[in-house]
């Protein structure tokens, strides 16, 4: 799982990084986080499409989905691109799907988020209905509230192989294997410019907050942090055996 994957600089970079690492682990399946890829806010068909170039198999979202309206008739099509399992249904697009015998599930928490359908339930719903319980299973959940996405990894712990918090863009440090065998971090991290304030140029974003008043934001430049974390699953059970943080400076 690669984090929130920002603007440019970390289209780039995972372009560069994504390939040696598949080679080197031997990963059979790569999920990243692309709702801020194009120019830091959205998903349009040609970062889409430059993500899957990069042997990313499967690019999940969250609030920005709707950033760029010219994705929005793409979510109904074969491109594995998801957006959050718990928007209401009337909505486009799916919020899972099973590439290389993997389910690859998006939801979206509330907690400073928007109103949303329950994620608890949603994902009670999708377990019941058509996953099976020795099926690998990994879950992307969007949220801002660390205590929401604790409460997830908690909540699905030894029903689903992995729980990965991403939108916040910091990478935390309690990656770990919940009971259960549920492999869990509450935020992958970001692959966005180093010199930054959450891949955003940093004097923007301080002017921001000392001013008040609107400004446009634009993606970050120079360095680029790459995070992400691999997960070995046993296949048989669907039980994560190990979760690892995978930290790289590009550029």
Not at 28 to 57: C, H, Q, R
Not at 99 to 118: E, H, S
Request: glycine share 12%.
């Amino acid at each position: 799982m690669i984090g929130d994957i920002v603007g440019k600089p970390g289209r780039k970079a995972a372009g560069e990084v994504v390939p040696t690492l598949r080679r080197e682990h031997g990963i059979d399946l790569v999920v990243a986080n692309g709702e801020n890829a194009a120019g830091g806010f959205g998903l349009t068909l040609s970062t889409a499409k430059e993500l899957l170039s990069a042997e990313i198999d499967v690019i999940t979202t969250g609030n920005h989905i709707w950033a760029q309206k010219e994705i929005i008739p793409y979510l109904d099509s074969e491109l594995p691109i998801l957006r959050p399992l718990n928007f209401p249904p009337r909505n486009p697009g799916r919020g899972y799907l099973i590439k290389n015998r993997v389910v690859v599930v998006n939801i979206i928490g509330r907690v400073f988020m928007g109103n949303f359908d329950c994620p608890f339930r949603a994902m009670d719903e999708l377990l019941e209905k058509v996953v099976s319980t020795r099926a690998t299973i990994v879950v992307d959940f969007h949220a801002e509230a660390t205590s929401e996405k604790v409460a997830m990894g908690r909540y699905l712990a030894g029903r689903v192989s992995a729980v990965f918090g991403t939108h916040t863009h910091v990478g935390t440090i309690d990656a770990q294997i919940l009971p259960g065998g549920t492999a869990y971090v509450t935020d992958v991290g970001m692959v966005g410019p180093v010199d930054s304030v959450i891949g955003d140029d940093a004097e923007a974003v301080i002017d921001r907050f000392l001013t008040q008043a609107p400004r446009r934001l634009s993606v970050g430049k120079g360095k680029v942090n790459f995070d992400g974390v691999l997960v070995e699953v046993d296949d048989s059970t669907g039980k994560a055996m190990s979760i690892t943080r995978i930290h790289r400076i590009v550029g």
